[in-house]
């Protein structure tokens, strides 16, 4: 089945300096891949996500990446904003598939 | 629009008690429903997910059970709580479409249960 990691765990950075988080997948026939963002005591938001039949896609300061040959993924928040300490996570899913396999998460903080 | 309710925000229940936990869905018909939890400070778990009334897919084999009455609704049950039971409990739906992306649509999550087994 599919397997997702995620790096690194923890990531502390100052605030305006970008964050970079990335996932590995196993099953190259996994094609979507949403991240989600969790603040503390609140259920995850989807924040981004991209199909396999693209390279790269933006909302404003977050980005994600896509490298299928590699089966990796990436999210990159630019500008970062205290708002933006949250715990990260990136999920894979299959074609027709009914779930999704979640990375074990990341957790940003922006430093004032 | 769609939303997601999930009751009650937060629980503490003694070891050995029965839990119900509800959740339902507004907006959407024939969503796909999940139930997941997740430790503190750890990632998601997935419990259970339903494809329509009544289909249950168990993923975790526990002392849980979950049931789904109505098309929108989703119920996550245990006769008798454990300890290990503690946790954020999770339900999320996802829309089901079809086209060359058909079960590729992404799952939306609820507020959470703060379940606490003493």
């Known amino acids: 089945g599919e397997n997702v990691e995620q790096h690194p765990s923890t990531l502390s950075v100052q605030e305006g300096d970008s964050a970079v988080i990335k996932c590995t997948y196993s099953?190259?026939?996994?094609?979507?891949f949403p991240w989600y963002k969790q603040e503390l005591g609140k259920g995850p938001q989807l924040i981004i996500d991209?199909?396999?039949?693209?390279g790269e896609k933006k909302d404003q300061r977050i980005a994600v990446t896509l490298n299928k040959t590699a089966k990796h993924f990436s999210l990159h928040i630019t500008e970062t904003q205290p708002e933006d300490s949250a715990v990260y996570f990136c999920a894979a899913r299959r074609p027709r598939g009914q779930n999704f396999v979640f990375g074990p998460g990341t957790r940003l903080s922006v430093l004032p | 629009s769609q939303t997601i309710h999930q009751w009650p925000a937060t629980l503490v229940q003694p070891v050995g008690s029965p839990l119900s936990l509800e959740c339902t869905v507004e907006?959407?018909?024939?969503?796909?429903l999940y139930w997941y939890r997740q430790a503190a400070g750890r990632g998601l778990q997935l419990l259970f997910y339903s494809v329509g009334i009544g289909q249950i897919s168990s993923e975790v084999p526990q002392n849980l059970s979950a049931s789904r009455p109505q098309d929108r609704q989703f119920i996550l049950s245990s006769k008798k709580l454990l300890l290990s039971d503690s946790g954020f409990y999770l339900c999320?739906?996802?829309?089901?479409?079809?086209?060359?992306?058909?079960?590729?649509?992404?799952?939306?999550f609820g507020p959470g249960t703060r379940l606490t087994v003493l």
């Open positions: 907006g959407t018909s024939n969503p796909n």
């Open positions: 999320a739906w996802s829309p089901i479409s079809g086209g060359p992306f058909r079960g590729t649509d992404t799952q939306y």
């Open positions: 991209i199909r396999s039949n693209v």
């Open positions: 099953d190259s026939a996994s094609n979507y």
